[in-house]
């Protein structure tokens, strides 16, 4: 979207573009104006930080000056000869077509504004876990350690208060995270340079909300070279229905990690291209995901206690966490579940599980897919079929119309709305689906009758709220 500063440079540069072709008497006037506004919004935007997308606006409204003032500096006002301000008037017009569009299909992204009754905060925590080497480092000394951002419900914050911004800490670390990511998909950095830009709804430590009740959790796991930010709007939208969100980093398998010391650990994960070995390196990675994710739901005790600082002291019911990942981390979710008891509950957000050794287990899932057919994963369905059937608890898989693997993130709040890339052409259906689903499914296993604080009012037998949502297939469970 773009903001009011650029949307003023792209009208001056059109009428700009136009003024050659108006009858003399409004010829003056638009012209003057055009470049009196092209200047201002440019200034501005140069002070506010341009983005790469109204370069090309500036570059028609350059060629088309020349025509538009020519006939303001004679003595008669005399106009070009049309068959020479033709082609730069077409010229002008491209490029400010071009930038509007580069703008319209690259983003910055604006967040939905959760609809639950709780404002919502944030903080971030950095914890280690002394029990575990790090597997990815020759060092015998590195203890594994991850970066956890919770989303929480958070009293009003006073007007004015600064949100957080997305993908980082500071301006800098989002920077730091938006060229990773970009590096990782193999785009140029300026294809998302937009991202450091967007605030969201969150506010930096922001007291919780209430007066002491205690929060159902959910852990979530980011897709392969993905940051714990990256379903920020889904985070927030089950934070303001009174849920604590824990995204995590896992170094060097998300794309950039910025730790507290300074440090940026950049990914390692690749794929060789040969079946065999890549889904080894899956299974490895999934592994390694799947004892962050349970580290942290021990670590939530500390947290709850006051052990480690924070706002939610006292405001965590450790008892009742889900786990949740998207695309591989839903499969280290499948399998954190498996060898946790600890966890309540799992939703996979288009997740291929790869544990390799897959057994029962006692909780209830949620698997969000796409659309699969031949072209996209044959064995994706049979796999996860047999996942879900290991389960002892109803679980429940839905196949949502016209998504895409992205769709079950922020992707489609800054990428081109693509339907093979990122689902709907409406960039916040995708988030709508996913969220609402996730307090369905949430609201009947973690607080089964829906009687928790912010509860969305979700029956405790989800079927029939989900089936709104698209394609359900519910498995009974193997103790049903």
Excluded: C, K
């Amino acid at each position: 979207m773009m903001n009011p500063w650029e949307w003023l440079l792209v009208l001056a540069a059109v009428a700009l573009v136009l003024a050659r072709w108006l009858p003399p008497r409004p010829r003056r006037p638009v012209t003057v104006g055009a470049v009196a506004v092209v200047a201002v919004a440019g200034a501005v935007l140069g002070v506010l930080g341009m983005r790469w997308q109204m370069v090309p606006v500036l570059a028609g409204a350059a060629v088309a000056l020349p025509f538009a003032l020519a006939p303001l500096l004679r003595q008669r006002t005399r106009r070009a000869p049309w068959w020479l301000a033709l082609p730069g008037s077409v010229t002008g017009l491209a490029l400010v077509a071009a930038g509007a569009a580069a703008a319209w299909a690259l983003p910055t992204p604006v967040f939905p504004e959760p609809t639950g009754r709780f404002a919502v905060g944030t903080s971030v925590l950095e914890l280690t876990d002394p029990a575990r080497p790090e597997t990815a480092t020759a060092a015998p000394e590195d203890r594994r350690t991850v970066v956890a951002q919770f989303w929480y419900p958070a009293r009003q914050s006073p007007p004015g208060s600064r949100r957080a911004p997305y993908l980082g800490r500071t301006e800098r670390e989002s920077r730091v995270v938006s060229g990773a990511l970009a590096e990782y998909a193999g785009l140029p950095g300026m294809l998302l340079d937009g991202l450091p830009r967007a605030r969201t709804h969150a506010v930096y430590d922001a007291a919780a909300a209430g007066d002491g009740e205690r929060f159902p959790v959910v852990l979530f796991s980011p897709g392969l070279g993905g940051v714990r930010a990256q379903n920020t709007a889904w985070a927030e939208e089950l934070a303001s229905h009174g849920y604590v969100v824990v995204g995590l980093d896992h170094p060097y398998d998300s794309a950039a990690v910025v730790l507290s010391d300074g440090r940026t650990v950049r990914t390692e994960v690749s794929a060789t291209g040969d079946a065999v070995e890549d889904e080894r390196r899956a299974a490895a990675w999934t592994a390694v995901r799947a004892a962050d994710l349970s580290f942290v739901r021990a670590r939530l005790e500390r947290v709850d206690g006051g052990a480690i600082a924070g706002p939610l002291a006292g405001r965590l019911d450790t008892g009742r966490v889900a786990v949740a990942g998207h695309s591989i981390g839903g499969g280290a979710a499948l399998q954190a579940a498996r060898q946790d008891p600890g966890f309540a509950a799992v939703i996979d957000l288009d997740g291929y599980p790869h544990d390799p050794g897959p057994q029962p287990f006692r909780q209830p899932v949620l698997a969000l897919t796409q659309a699969i057919g031949p072209d996209t994963d044959p064995d994706y369905l049979p796999a996860l079929t047999r996942v879900l059937a290991l389960s002892s608890a109803t679980s429940y898989r839905l196949t949502v119309p016209g998504a895409a693997h992205l769709t079950f993130t922020d992707a489609p709040l800054y990428l081109p709305p693509v339907p093979s890339l990122v689902g709907s052409p409406d960039r916040t259906e995708g988030l709508r689906i996913t969220a609402a689903a996730s307090l369905v499914f949430l609201d009947s296993t973690l607080r089964h009758h829906a009687d928790g604080p912010g509860s969305t009012g979700g029956p405790a037998d989800p079927a029939t709220a989900l089936s709104a949502y698209g394609t359900l297939v519910v498995h009974p469970g193997s103790g049903a």
